[in-house]
DNA sequence: ACCTGAACACCGTTCAAGT
DNA sequence: ACCTGAACACCGTTCAAGT
């Protein structure tokens, strides 16, 4: 007797593991925004129940966790032949871009606890600021200011993490309440956002940070 | 005959408004946390009923937007008679003072619209930037710049508005998972935290973004 | 005009039962 | 060891009914 496999509309489920479930969160959090990433959501995209998850994942803080530390895995590692500086800046850029990538971690970065990656990435950074040259106070300092500026401007840049949609609904709010005889600077400061004849706020502000602090330290000598 | 007025054991409901809401609102969350800060929460601290609360209020949306800009109403206006760039640095300090008052309030200043009084504090923001001398293009950058700071630097400090007591727990799970030997730069740098003796970045790295500005403006002409 | 009970469509999570 | 149905204690919000 032969049993004839047939194909099913829905695929076949894969195994689920810690590492598919944080896989598929990640998508589902890319796609749909962090907003729609609940457990029976999540469970549904995998083909599983959502207690199932639970055999893989300790509770949605730590598969939040681990989503966010996958994140910060991408981060590039500093390249060991580069000045120190240089390097800094390499890593700031690099974290900018696995922010963008994935909006809904920025909002999540300080909230949950740093796992491995992003642990190796601060002790990383602030290896290379106590390496830089600079007094250790401002290497404290820097480390802050960096890291600060990343994610600051990726806050600002993403909006907090709304979807693509919200955040134009909100944008076009926002505008069409704006009256230009009680805020003319916020109108002016908006036209030229959309002129985009500025340059990249975040590089130039990058190097004023780092810059100033090379300075603050040649004068502190 | 008498009607005898007695006491009861629940103080008599002031009248619901929107004022009165939002108020309650700011109470709960500097207490208990913006995640005890539920609509049935809120109108319970009320002594009313969920429902009443949307006679006053869109949603838990309109609510929160209007929480914070109950924040940024705090924030002190600037002095006329100080230089634009010295009414900078006093807002930014404001600005982040209120914050600390309301640690729930940074996370959601970038996720709900701007009402009043966080359109005042721009427009106010970028004027100074504006009348400070510097080229139209930095004055753009600074104003983000300065926002960036102060927003970043509060939830750094504040761990994402969480309350006191998640994270403390947080903190000591971090310290325990540290190894020296893995993360020997991290040990050292909480332990320059935590001897207290590096002074507030706060306001070192605001003054050498604003510095910053004033040097790359006078190089460029 | 303002308050509210019941209800709807969701949450995260536990627990006991299955295999 | 892993999956899951039922259940618990919550959410935000709508709607119709009260006054």
């Not at 981060?75 to 809904?104: E, F, G, K, Q, Y």
Request: aromatic share 6%.
């Amino acid at each position: 007797m032969y049993v004839v496999k047939v194909a099913t509309d829905t695929a076949p489920r894969a195994p689920l593991s810690p590492a598919a479930i944080v896989a598929a969160g990640i998508t589902l959090a890319d796609e749909q925004g962090v907003d729609a990433l609940s457990m029976r959501n999540l469970a549904r995209s995998l083909g599983y129940e959502v207690m199932s998850l639970y055999n893989h994942v300790r509770n949605k803080d730590d598969l939040l966790t681990l989503m966010v530390d996958a994140v910060a895995a991408e981060i590039d590692l500093p390249d060991p032949s580069a000045p120190p500086l240089v390097a800094v800046r390499a890593m700031a850029v690099s974290t900018n871009a696995a922010l963008a990538r994935h909006p809904w971690a920025a909002p999540l970065w300080l909230r949950q606890a740093p796992g491995p990656a992003r642990m190796r990435q601060m002790d990383d950074l602030l290896r290379l600021m106590y390496a830089s040259g600079l007094s250790r106070e401002l290497a404290h300092h820097g480390f802050h200011a960096v890291n600060n500026h990343v994610l600051g401007y990726t806050l600002q840049r993403l909006g907090m993490g709304l979807e693509g949609t919200d955040l134009e609904d909100k944008a076009r709010d926002f505008m069409a309440g704006l009256d230009a005889d009680t805020y003319p600077f916020m109108v002016a400061h908006i036209h030229e956002h959309l002129d985009g004849h500025t340059g990249s706020s975040f590089e130039l502000v990058l190097d004023l940070i780092l810059d100033g602090l090379v300075r603050l330290d040649r004068e502190a000598r």
